[in-house]
């Protein structure tokens, strides 16, 4: 075995190189078109399907990964999730393809669905009520303990500790509000992956201590091993973690915080989105249509007016991140 510090080492150089450009499994779609596989090492040489227990899928010489031409997955299947192993010349990889019932209410639960409920903001039970109500997304942040194990908090401190200088074990000694305790990413991911419904999104924070891109590779590689990449949306106010995932994966849905990038510049950074503050938008709310044109998805934090809820709705916005998402889901409905 390796000794500690190199295990460490090459679990943070992994590199993953096979991508789908989706995920999720249309219903009720003979034949219908999953996604397609895209290797960054150059052209796929005979792609193939090596395993696939569902016997669902095929996939092409072009890469195109399909169910087969008379199978449609019908929405009251009992499973929603599909693994299957593809090669390509001498790599190979798995992924868990995901039947879509995700919501598409444009709804974004601010670290969770917490305000309105018993647990804390960026916990698994504000997690679990962000599902229970419906939301298309729950928003949650991300750093990483001293130890190196992303955990979540709005704050770089909680509980009167700094989260960059705390070992996890002594993170999770905080008790937060109705018994919560701080979760780790890989408990929020578990945790999600028992639904299909809504969205987990990752705000990777930013880091004085020089960490940004280690807190991205962790949680990066986290996200490959549970091959996870069905529920997953990307947000940051630093934009070389949004750079670092499309490097890391060219098809990760990425949106960028700080406000002040254009939608050509989002564009040409091949980033998913922009996700800005109300006063961002508010100084020019024609750019949620500019966006629109440039094919980049629009989102506004943190809105918690019905009143700008309205407003927003009326623009043609894509997501709306708010503490409120109850009166948002009435909205929208």
Request: with cysteine; net charge neutral; proline share 4%.
């Amino acid at each position: 075995m390796l000794p500690a510090m190199f295990a460490a080492v090459a679990a943070f150089g992994q590199s993953h190189h096979l991508h789908l450009d989706n995920y999720t499994i249309p219903v009720a779609k003979k034949g219908a078109l999953v996604g397609k596989l895209h290797d960054q090492k150059g052209p796929l040489s005979r792609p193939q399907i090596l395993e696939d227990t569902s016997n669902l899928f095929t996939l092409n010489k072009k890469g195109e990964l399909r169910l087969k031409k008379k199978q449609a997955l019908r929405a009251d299947a009992p499973a929603f999730q599909y693994t299957i192993t593809v090669q390509t010349g001498d790599s190979k990889e798995s992924f868990t393809l995901v039947r879509d019932d995700f919501h598409r209410n444009k709804v974004v639960a601010h670290r969770g669905a917490f305000k309105n409920n018993a647990g804390s903001e960026n916990s698994l039970t504000s997690l679990k009520d962000a599902i229970r109500i419906g939301c298309e997304g729950s928003e949650f942040d991300v750093w990483l303990s001293s130890d190196g194990v992303p955990v979540l908090s709005h704050d770089p401190h909680i509980g009167g500790k700094v989260v960059e200088e705390t070992t996890l074990a002594e993170l999770q000694k905080i008790e937060l509000k109705n018994g919560d305790r701080v979760p780790t990413f890989e408990e929020y991911i578990q945790e999600a992956m028992k639904q299909n419904g809504t969205h987990m999104v990752l705000e990777l924070k930013p880091s004085k201590k020089g960490r940004a891109i280690e807190l991205t590779q962790t949680c990066y590689n986290l996200i490959r091993k549970y091959q996870c990449q069905a529920w997953m949306l990307y947000i940051s106010f630093d934009y070389d973690i949004c750079k670092k995932l499309v490097e890391l994966d060219p098809f990760a849905k990425v949106a960028y915080l700080n406000g002040e990038k254009s939608p050509a510049e989002l564009k040409a950074d091949k980033i998913w989105g922009l996700d800005y503050s109300m006063k961002a938008i508010d100084k020019d709310i024609s750019i949620l249509q500019t966006a629109k044109k440039a094919g980049i998805t629009t989102n506004i934090w943190t809105v918690n007016d019905p009143a700008k809820m309205d407003e927003y709705l009326k623009a043609g916005v894509d997501y709306i991140t708010t503490n409120e998402p109850e009166i948002l889901l009435q909205k929208v409905k």
